[in-house]
């Protein structure tokens, strides 16, 4: 090697300009960006041009997926996070300090709850949980110190339907988060209904196919900056293949949340004919305590989430019909192309004492489904060999 090989080694990999875009963004897996010189560095700095400086901060596939997800969602701007806690922990991080009072959910994603216990326990943050099937309680919930109320569209695992418009309305003032990760904005837009900021894991039905940690906020401008400077001091920045994967999983999102609406729904009235099933949890069904709601908010479809009591004796019967119906792979997650099954009990519920989690509904005979693009009929027959196994 000679010196000027090292040289050219070390700046190896420089593209040509060239006339003809590519068909699909590019990724940008680059860690920063060179500048011109100082007042370039100034100009982006002070928002007069249009660059980027350092991935951390932002990056080129941050602002695709989020200003997707914004434009979807009808909020002015997005904030895309290493995964759906990030972007939870950066928008509740933008409104709270020592002192102030957030209204939350009861029944909350596991790890949410856990996150905002950690704000109490910590930070000295105040918490009132209430029932978020009773806007009431969100009204007589109200201090002058509280900042944020947060929600989930759907309940999990018993998919109890948040009335946003009356929370909203009970509200007044204080601003609602939505966690929309089951309904995505093909189901339910929350700003159209009074929400100030939804929430996403991407990790789920945005993305859809397993394969990405990701997580987008979306909401004003001035609060997106704010959370998008919090996700940059806490580490908290979206990674650009990642979000790349996200965005390509979008242009299928409206064909997937439908075709997996109507498989959820059948599957659900399937269930509740089944003599070895108690009950089934899905609001598009006329036994759900929600279906009211769900039938004015969720025209579109109520998601592919489907939550069953099988017969028999909890975790056992549970663990035998997992092993029965072994085609449906047990993975704690949702929103995959392929229909998984989980024992809420023992995984987005096992954080909490066994109190919590019959306050939650969750029983140790409870599966959930999240339904996927396999067809129906496939589906049936291997939920009806779990089921045969059952005592
Ligand atoms: C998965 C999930 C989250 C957390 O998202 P991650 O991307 O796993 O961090 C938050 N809320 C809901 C409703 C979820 O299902």
Redesign the pocket.
């Known amino acids: 090697m000679t010196s000027s090989d090292n040289s050219r080694c070390a700046r190896a990999g420089e593209i040509e300009a060239f006339t003809t875009p590519p068909s699909v963004p590019p990724i940008f897996q680059t860690t920063a960006f060179d500048v011109a010189d100082l007042d370039q560095l100034q100009a982006i700095s002070a928002g007069e041009q249009h660059g980027y400086i350092y991935t951390r901060d932002r990056n080129p596939n941050h602002d695709a997926f989020a200003r997707a997800i914004a434009e979807l969602d009808g909020g002015e701007a997005g904030v895309a996070c290493s ?4 972007a ?1 922990a950066a928008i509740v991080l933008a409104h709270v300090e020592s002192g102030d009072h957030l209204i939350v959910a009861r029944v909350l ?1 596991g ?2 709850l856990q996150l905002v216990r950690h704000l109490t326990e910590s930070f000295r943050v105040d918490v009132t949980l209430v029932d978020a099937t009773r806007p009431d309680e969100f009204r007589a919930a109200v201090t002058p110190r509280t900042k944020l109320a947060i929600v ?1 569209t759907l309940s ?1 695992p018993l998919v109890e339907v948040t009335d946003i418009p009356a929370v909203t309305a009970a509200l007044e003032h204080v601003p609602l988060l939505v ?1 929309s ?2 309904t995505t904005p093909c189901l339910l837009k929350p700003i159209a209904h009074g929400a100030r900021y939804v ?1 996403h ?4 039905h945005l993305n859809g196919h397993g394969d990405v ?3 987008v906020v979306v909401g004003p401008r001035d609060i997106m900056d704010r959370s998008r400077e919090l996700a940059s001091i806490f580490g908290m920045n979206a990674n650009p293949f990642d979000c790349w994967l996200a965005t390509r999983g979008l242009r299928s999102l409206p064909l997937r949340m439908t075709r997996i609406s109507e498989t959820a729904h059948k599957i659900a009235g399937l269930l509740e004919q089944h003599p070895r099933v108690g009950r089934v949890f899905y609001p598009g069904l006329t036994s759900h305590p929600s279906h009211a709601t769900a039938a004015a908010l969720l025209t579109r479809g109520c998601g592919g989430i489907v939550s069953f009591e099988v017969a028999g004796d909890g975790r056992e019967s549970a663990s035998r019909f997992m092993r029965a119906a072994s085609a449906i792979p047990f993975s704690p ?2 929103g995959d192309s392929r229909t998984t099954i989980s024992h809420p009990a023992s995984t ?1 519920h096992r954080y909490l004492d066994a109190s919590e989690r019959e306050h939650c509904g969750v029983t140790d005979n409870l599966l959930r489904l999240s339904v996927g693009l396999e067809a129906a009929d496939d589906l049936q027959t291997e939920l009806e060999q779990g089921l045969a196994a059952l005592r």
């Open positions: 995964s759906g806690m990030g939870l994603y790890r949410s989930e999990n966690d990760t089951f929430l894991s991407a990790s789920k940690t990701l997580g997650t949702l987005s």
